[in-house]
């Protein structure tokens, strides 16, 4: 196996590649962050985010820090815009859309602070200028502070926004549509003589009133609405065929020039403290893996409406972190890692129907498009369709496809929050996401099903618990929270265990008890104590378990939740996993298991295994070993060496 510089390569410091890093590390990979721009963005893209990442965040545990760094609570909204109209939720009992108010500068900080603790490494004003990649490795170009060097890495991922050089440099298309109309954007303080009325609108001398939401006119469209703060933020949307360099400031000069234009008279503004512009694309890559090398966020969609673009990224890095981690661990079953472009894909197409929608919705400025926009605002008042089309913008909607025949309505969709009584008392389906490892979840104790996920149990988390309205008797859940299996309430053995078994081992690899003759996998032989195994898995548990306690105390203290001390013990615990069954092959003939006994080298800061013959020649850790005939082959990705 080649010797890379690092397992992966991140191009660019983003929420999406942040959010990555995290999930690597947590995986225990350790990923290196190359950045183009040498500090981090003041000037916000975004004020805050919605969707199903708000609670994905809360499942590992990042939610309340993230409030903390906000001030403000994360709520449901009242609302969302959609095409140009304003929908209303205030009169639903649940609101479909939680928000949370964080401009994306302190979210990327957030981020970064978090990936930081748990060991990844960050490197800024290092731009990469091209890519290449062979069927061992890929090669990043890179220009620093210091001059051009190279990187290698096993894998290598762009999240490097929609002008992305990691996509291009691959030569995967990016087809779709960029619209002409340019939009403008302001944070501003209420001067005097501009009155806010009690219902939300202005009043305005030589304007007279303007209603909150949006106005048009012919010259483009006028929106406002009120912060929390009491400032106001404005936007202004024209069409503008040439475009606008969006890499120039803007200026508040021009934004009240483009006021102008569209309300056909000057408004009084006071301090801005947030100038941007924006235009809007519907683009989606064609594919989201090219042998080596992934697109993730921007740089694999872009959306032709806004408030949606950090949760399908961010929801792309979580997605593709664990799997990325089983390939270099060398436990990936077959094909896991295209899995990632087949859901994530689809993903970016739903959110591509839906926001070229609102395109359509917005653009048209004749009668019959002010009777669509009418007609439409009326039909969303009723609960259904509104909850329809909160679920659109949210990503709730997602049911990924999972391989089988007869599945459970459940599979492929996001598992919701539990609250769950075990032996050891109340958790959720939240606390057990915190490590991101995949749980399987009994409900009604069904010791049949538990002694199938037994043989998964050195990559499975297993739980049985009661829970108020089960909808399933079991679950089995992927660390990015999707549901890859589900039993039927009452279903039969027969059905229900040859399916588990078929999730787990396609999603999750070989069973622990392999043994070599048809094995995959992590090979086990006379040994093996899997007694000690399971003792010492126990350990690490409780290890993790108390570290969780010291770092809730720890975090309390410094006014978030969590701790260092917790996510370092998370990662301890993935890396002595994997170190468990990594073991030093001592021969073996026809028809017998390999023995195995453990040896462990340290590299750095991480454990390198080796597994070896007879000749003690060193080979890779995570390949594959198959009894064949009078010879042990190793498997590895790309080459197979012969061991005699």
């Not at 593709?320 to 990632?340: M, N």
């Not at 049911?399 to 089988?404: A, D, S, T, V």
């Amino acid at each position: 196996m080649r010797v890379t510089d690092t397992d992966v390569i991140i191009v660019g410091a983003g929420p999406t590649g942040l959010m990555l890093a995290a999930e690597l590390c947590l995986a225990g990979v350790r990923p290196l962050i190359l950045e183009r721009q040498p500090r981090p963005r003041e000037t916000p893209k975004a004020s805050g985010f919605n969707g199903q990442i708000v609670e994905l965040l809360r499942y590992r545990g990042l939610l309340d820090r993230i409030e903390a760094a906000s001030a403000r609570p994360v709520g449901a909204a009242r609302g969302a815009p959609f095409g140009g109209i304003e929908l209303d939720f205030s009169h639903l009992t649940d609101p479909p859309i939680r928000v949370v108010h964080l401009p994306q500068p302190q979210l990327e900080r957030l981020l970064g602070e978090h990936a930081d603790e748990l060991g990844a490494s960050l490197r800024r004003g290092h731009e990469v200028a091209g890519v290449t990649q062979d069927n061992t490795a890929v090669a990043a170009a890179v220009r620093g502070p210091d001059g051009p060097y190279q990187m290698t890495a096993r894998y290598l991922v762009g999240c490097d926004g929609a002008h992305s050089q990691v996509r291009a440099a691959a030569g995967i298309p990016f087809p779709g549509t960029t619209y002409p109309e340019v939009n403008r954007l302001a944070q501003v303080a209420v001067p005097g003589s501009v009155t806010q009325l009690d219902n939300g609108d202005l009043d305005v001398p030589g304007l007279g009133r303007i209603q909150s939401g949006f106005t048009r006119t012919d010259h483009g469209v006028f929106a406002f609405g009120r912060l929390a703060s009491g400032a106001l933020l404005i936007q202004t949307t024209e069409d503008e065929p040439a475009g606008s360099d969006t890499d120039e400031p803007m200026t508040l000069t021009e934004f009240r020039d483009s006021i102008r234009r569209v309300l056909g008279a000057d408004l009084p503004l006071g301090e801005a403290t947030r100038l941007s512009r924006y235009g809007l694309q519907a683009r989606q890559a064609e594919r989201y893996r090219d042998g080596r090398i992934l697109l993730a966020g921007d740089a694999a969609h872009q959306f032709p409406a806004t408030g949606i673009g950090i949760n399908n990224g961010m929801l792309d890095a979580v997605n593709l972190g664990w799997k990325l981690a089983a390939s270099i661990g060398g436990w990936a079953p077959a094909g896991l890692l295209d899995t990632y472009h087949r859901e994530r894909h689809f993903a970016g197409a739903r959110a591509l129907l839906q926001t070229q929608a609102q395109v359509a919705l917005r653009r048209g400025q004749d009668p019959a498009a002010e009777a669509l926009r009418e007609l439409f605002a009326e039909l969303l008042t009723d609960e259904q369709p509104a909850r329809r089309v909160a679920a659109l913008i949210a990503g709730t909607d997602i049911r990924y496809l999972m391989p089988g025949p007869g599945q459970h309505d459940l599979t492929g969709t996001f598992a919701a929050d539990l609250t769950l009584h075990t032996s050891q008392g109340a958790t959720s389906v939240a606390e057990l996401m915190r490590n991101p490892r995949p749980v399987f979840l009994d409900l009604a104790d069904r010791p049949d099903l538990r002694e199938t996920a037994r043989e998964w149990r050195h990559r499975v988390d297993i739980h049985t618990a009661r829970t108020d309205h089960p909808p399933a008797d079991a679950l089995l859940i992927r660390p990015d929270a999707c549901i890859a299996w589900a039993a039927a309430t009452g279903e039969p053995a027969g059905t229900a265990e040859p399916a588990l078994r078929e999730a787990l081992s396609g999603w999750f690899g070989a069973p622990l008890n392999a043994g070599l003759p048809g094995g995959l996998g992590i090979a086990v032989g006379p040994g093996l104590d899997v007694a000690a195994f399971d003792r010492e898995r126990e350990q690490l548990g409780e290890g993790v378990r108390r570290a969780g306690e010291r770092g809730d105390a720890e975090g309390g203290q410094r006014g978030r939740v969590g701790g260092v001390e917790r996510r370092r013990a998370l990662i301890r615990q993935r890396q002595q996993d994997n170190d468990l069954h990594a073991r030093r092959v001592q021969g073996g003939h026809p028809g017998q298991h390999l023995l195995l006994d453990a040896a462990f080298v340290q590299v750095g800061d991480q454990h390198e295994d080796r597994v070896s013959g007879p000749g003690d020649q060193p080979l890779a850790v995570g390949d594959r070993l198959v009894n064949v005939g009078a010879a042990a082959e190793l498997h590895s990705e790309q080459h197979v060496n012969r061991v005699r």
